[in-house]
């Protein structure tokens, strides 16, 4: 159902069946972990004109592991990280964000 990429790939399935009989598959609501709580795989300085995506490529693999560094600096959006050149950017171990 999901990329394995996707903050919801690893949730569990689970299945309602409504007042028809029509059986629903879904996934577990995800809790978003404490920033504080994961393991750091490094303070990335921002670069300049960098967007979130392009820091969730360098430093973990890929764009789209941007939710990632939002759950290690406790954003619920994208937009909530400061990506002004030359902050600096918590960003997690992927191995410990992957609920």
Known sequence: M???????????????TDADGKEIVYKARRFVPRGGSLPLLVEAQVR?????DHL???????????????????ALRPDE??????NIVPVPSPQGSSS
């Open 2 to 16: 999901f990329d394995r990429d996707s903050r919801y790939y690893a949730l569990e399935e689970r299945r309602f």
């Open 48 to 52: 300049d004109g960098e967007h979130l």
């Open 56 to 74: 969730a490529h360098r430093t973990l693999g890929g764009p789209t592991h941007y939710w990632r560094i939002c759950d290690a600096n406790d």
């Open 81 to 86: 990280i400061d990506m002004t050149a030359g």
